[in-house]
């Protein structure tokens, strides 16, 4: 069964330092999605891509997060400098979104961040 | 922007009873109403959805209700068991309709803080 490959699953990193996490969606799902969840909460939208183009990045803090998807495949979001309040779970998710279909995500198993 | 509420936050059942988890939303645009199961240390997973068009759906021991007219719309979960236990999220999504030169999509899900289900044996 196809699946959401998100790397790496664990990281810890001191604040001030830059991370990265990447995403590799379901083959031929051209709607690629960032999730940011704090524990015990839901996931929030972070950015949106539809192929390499980003749909909606209204919710991403510009100032220290970047999220790419160059080829329209996988995606890469950077943090630089990492603060104590991005602890998160990051979740990566795809669709199809091609028509009246649209709407289910899947997602990945995430990369839970930890800053000290 | 959507907002979606979800009470409540933990729901404790004995084994083989019901749990029902509801969620309201706000903005009238939503058309697609997803649910999702999220077991520890995973991502969500997609159990049930309804869409605007329908008031009820079922797919064996789970139900989603819809109520337009009031925003609200409820997970049903009968005849428990052990591995229900986990955190559920309801979503609220207003599907754009297709277009051929964009290609489609959706803006991103909003979802409810959760429900942690716990099923007593």
């Known amino acids: 069964e196809a699946e959401v490959a998100q790397s790496p699953r664990y990281k810890i990193t001191e604040k001030s330092q830059a991370v990265a996490f990447w995403c590799d969606p379901i083959?031929?799902?051209?709607?690629l999605y960032w999730y940011r969840q704090i524990l015990g909460q839901g996931p929030e939208l972070l950015v949106q891509?539809?192929?390499?183009?980003?749909?909606?990045d209204s919710q991403l803090p510009k100032d220290r997060f970047s999220a790419e998807r160059l080829k329209g495949v996988d995606s890469t979001l950077k943090i630089q400098p990492a603060e104590l309040g991005d602890s998160a779970m990051y979740l990566c998710?795809?669709?199809?979104?091609?028509?009246?279909?649209?709407?289910?995500?899947?997602f990945g198993e995430g990369s839970r961040l930890t800053v000290l | 922007g959507e907002n979606v509420e979800q009470h409540p936050s933990t729901l404790s059942v004995q084994e083989g009873d019901s749990a029902v988890i509801k969620c309201t939303y706000s903005?009238?645009?939503?058309?697609?109403f997803p649910w999702y199961k999220q077991e520890l240390g995973k991502g969500p997973q997609l159990i049930i959805d309804?869409?605007?068009?329908?008031g009820e759906k079922k797919d064996q021991r789970i139900a989603v209700t819809l109520n337009k007219t009031a925003k609200h719309f409820s997970l049903h979960i009968t005849e428990t068991q052990p591995e229900d236990s986990a955190v559920y999220f309801c979503?609220?999504?207003?599907?754009?309709?297709?277009?051929?030169?964009?290609?489609?999509?959706?803006?991103?899900?909003?979802f409810g803080k959760g429900t942690h289900l716990i099923i007593q044996p």
């Open positions: 998710a795809s669709s199809l979104a091609s028509g009246r279909d649209t709407g289910e995500l899947f």
């Open positions: 083959s031929g799902h051209a709607t």
């Open positions: 891509f539809q192929d390499e183009s980003v749909v909606d």
């Open positions: 903005d009238s645009a939503s058309n697609y």
């Open positions: 309804i869409r605007s068009n329908v």
């Open positions: 979503a609220a999504i207003s599907i754009l309709h297709y277009d051929v030169y964009s290609g489609g999509g959706a803006d991103g899900l909003t």
